[in-house]
């Protein structure tokens, strides 16, 4: 780990104005055995071609695409080496030029900032970002190895081969730190996966109780079934542009900033630092946030994360996060991933995390509501489609949409459900004007913070 200094601090500057004009996703299921993972994409990039209200027939907006990034986890799903451009050729867009990202489960947030760089340079007026995953070619043991492997092979991969096993410790760390009930984290899996009910893409709503989600079989103590996202099948897609295209292509551009920052895997070996302060935080606030033997970042917290949201709100203007965002979605792979971002993005200082949730700021009606879309815990966790389907969702709540995507009748029918009749509209108020999203990968090895700003 660096010791900052100027250069490394420098907060990054767009050429020029990137706008989101459109997304488009597939629903996500355990098994996707009906569709090639070609089909999966196109019906993504179909959804954002013809059903985003754009000004431009879907042939002509394709004609305007000059570049693509496409983002997924891992080669050893879907056993297909570079397979975005195997993808790449079925949408039809050869010869333009691709590239492929892989940064965890970041890697749909790096797959979003690599496409808004290539139109912030020049390079592009027009970039297509594609995400997906094909986890279900594999048992779920299977799976979860290979995931695991994207942490230290020499120092972690062999103590857990899942998941869950490397954020477990740092629930019990935080619970220590900061005296946080564990009925806590149990709210946000109630929360979250209980907004997925609104959702036709979801993989896994429900409406659970708190009581329900701390009685569950336990994955890796302290955290329980429904505090864990599942493997996901599916993919999503975002059409990234230049400010005098996104005006020809929608009345309702949204201008996107997007930093990131990484930080070690190895999660016992985190150098402590002083916390890089946000925007709205000032010198001494944390003197005493820590008990006698810990360091920051320790497992507390997430640099990385922190890192990213220090650039962007720099980037993008932003004093108060709290105060300045209308909706976020985070990155709940575990609750404790989720709670964790709290104070890594400043929603709430760090120490006081829990209030977030218990304040009732984070809940639809609230102060900042997060992950109206269902999240990762009810939803999807498609590893490279996970970053740009929450900023797809974010594009959505900010154009007015989340009912024509969420609401309609068909599209629950296209993915073979029927609309519950106690549906809820989620939808934010029309005086909305920015939100966020956080794509994570690992325990906090690669992080993007995105925003988007109602243009």
Not at 21 to 37: C, D, H, I, Q, S
Not at 100 to 115: D, E, M, P, R, Y
Not at 277 to 299: A, C, H, Q
Request: hydrophobic share 40%.
């Amino acid at each position: 780990m660096i010791t900052f200094k100027k250069g490394n601090l420098r907060v990054p500057k767009w050429n020029r104005r990137v706008f989101l004009v459109a997304g488009g996703t597939t629903a996500y299921k355990k098994y996707f055995p009906e569709y090639k993972l070609e089909e999966l994409v196109m019906m993504a990039f179909k959804q954002m071609l013809e059903d985003n209200n754009l000004k431009m027939d879907p042939l002509e907006v394709k004609g305007l695409i000059n570049f693509a990034a496409y983002g997924h986890f891992a080669d050893h799903f879907q056993d297909q080496l570079l397979c975005e451009a195997k993808v790449h050729d079925y949408l039809g867009l050869d010869p333009l030029y691709n590239i492929g990202i892989k940064t965890g489960g970041a890697t749909g947030g790096t797959t979003i900032l690599n496409a808004a760089m290539a139109v912030a340079s020049g390079y592009a007026d027009v970039a297509l970002a594609a995400g997906w995953e094909r986890m279900d070619e594999v048992d779920t043991r299977t799976g979860n190895f290979y995931i695991s492997t994207a942490a230290c092979k020499d120092f972690e991969t062999r103590l857990g081969r899942v998941y869950s096993s490397y954020y477990a410790p740092m629930a019990n760390r935080f619970a220590w730190a900061f005296n946080v009930s564990e009925t806590t984290r149990a709210k946000i899996a109630v929360k979250n996966r209980l907004y997925a009910c609104s959702s036709p893409y979801a993989q896994q709503p429900g409406k659970h109780t708190v009581e329900e989600v701390l009685a569950g079989r336990m994955s890796a103590y302290p955290l329980r079934f429904l505090e864990c996202c599942a493997m996901s099948v599916g993919s999503a897609c975002a059409l990234l542009c230049d400010e005098k295209t996104a005006y020809q292509l929608t009345d309702h551009p949204c201008e996107v900033f997007i930093c990131g920052g990484t930080h070690t895997l190895r999660v016992a070996d985190r150098r402590p630092m002083d916390i890089p302060l946000l925007p709205n935080e000032t010198p001494g606030m944390y003197k005493n946030l820590l008990k006698e033997g810990s360091r920051w970042p320790g497992f507390e917290s997430f640099l990385a994360a922190r890192f990213a949201a220090w650039l962007v709100y720099r980037m993008a203007g932003i004093y108060d996060p709290l105060e300045e965002l209308d909706l976020v979605e985070l990155h709940d792979a575990f609750t404790i991933s989720d709670l964790q971002t709290y104070g890594d993005i400043g929603l709430r200082p760090y120490g006081q995390e829990q209030d977030y949730i218990e304040s009732g700021d984070a809940y639809y009606g609230g102060k900042c509501p997060s992950n109206l879309s269902g999240g990762l815990l009810g939803t999807m966790h498609a590893v490279g489609a996970t970053g740009i389907f929450q900023a797809v969702e974010c594009l959505w709540q900010l154009q007015q949409k989340y009912d024509q995507f969420h609401g309609d009748p068909k599209i629950w029918k296209k993915w073979g459900k029927r609309k519950p009749k106690d549906w809820q509209s989620l939808q934010i108020p029309q005086k909305s004007k920015q939100a966020l999203w956080v794509s994570h990968a690992g325990v906090g090895s690669h992080v993007t913070v995105g925003v988007l700003k109602k243009s």
